[in-house]
């Protein structure tokens, strides 16, 4: 049983390119949450989807930043014209249920490094 | 909405000593409380939660946390650390679908 598959594990981008973060739940999970960490900081939540639908998205940045949980396949965190401050680790995490007593479970984060 | 203060950013202790990694949650609903850490270069691994009864939690690698309510508080605690516990460690609090993270600590076990 896999648990939360992220890819890449390191990405590199050009500033204004364009970075695809993917991320496959845990199998039976329909809830995912994506989270930003920035060095020395702790986590930020981005945005919280499930199959089709984005229930949360408080912590996107208003532009650039974009996120998908298609019917088919993994979560998309989409960032576009990457800039250096965009330079951090994602984490995206799963949970069965959205009842509180369930706690997430966490992917091994894609790196992105802007240069 | 929930927020949580680890009150420590960085904690050096040496090997076999005890450790208590501070966490303080404010909260104006009942929530539940976790605890993850953090190895270099990997994703966050649970590593005890609190949802209720008993309020003293035990975890995985020896970590206990304690929940007080009147203090809104839910330290870590290892009577005795390893090396290998060197990480970043995470307070969490959750209601729902709302799961706030502290800042984290940075637990450092010296030989």
């Known amino acids: 049983n896999a648990g939360v598959m992220q890819n890449p594990r390191h990405l590199v981008r050009r500033r204004g390119q364009e970075a695809r973060l993917r991320c496959s739940p845990m199998?039976?999970?329909?809830?995912v949450y994506w989270y930003r960490q920035l060095p020395e900081e702790g986590l930020k939540f981005m945005v919280y989807l499930q199959k089709e639908n984005i229930i949360d998205e408080s912590g996107m940045p208003k532009e650039r930043f974009s996120a998908e949980f298609p019917k088919e396949g993994p979560s998309i965190l989409r960032i576009q014209q990457v800039v250096r401050g965009d330079s951090a680790a994602y984490f995206c995490?799963?949970?069965?249920?959205?009842?509180?007593?369930?706690?997430?479970?966490f992917g091994s984060g894609t790196r992105l490094t802007v240069v | 909405a929930q927020s949580v203060t680890q009150l420590d950013s960085q904690v050096p202790v040496f090997e076999e000593a005890p450790v208590e990694l501070r966490c303080n949650y404010s909260?104006?609903?009942?929530?539940?409380l976790f605890w993850y850490v953090q190895y270099p270069n990997q994703g966050l691994q649970l590593l005890l939660k609190y949802l209720s009864g008993s309020t003293l939690v035990k975890g995985i690698n020896g970590f206990e946390a304690e929940f007080n309510k009147s203090q809104t508080s839910f330290h870590l605690r290892k009577p005795s650390v390893h090396i290998s516990d060197t990480a970043e460690y995470f307070c969490a609090v959750r209601n729902n679908n709302d799961m706030r993270f502290g800042a984290g600590t940075r637990l450092t076990v010296k030989p």
């Open positions: 995490a799963s949970s069965p249920t959205g009842q509180g007593e369930y706690g997430y479970t």
């Open positions: 199998k039976g999970h329909s809830h």
């Open positions: 909260s104006s609903v009942s929530v539940y």
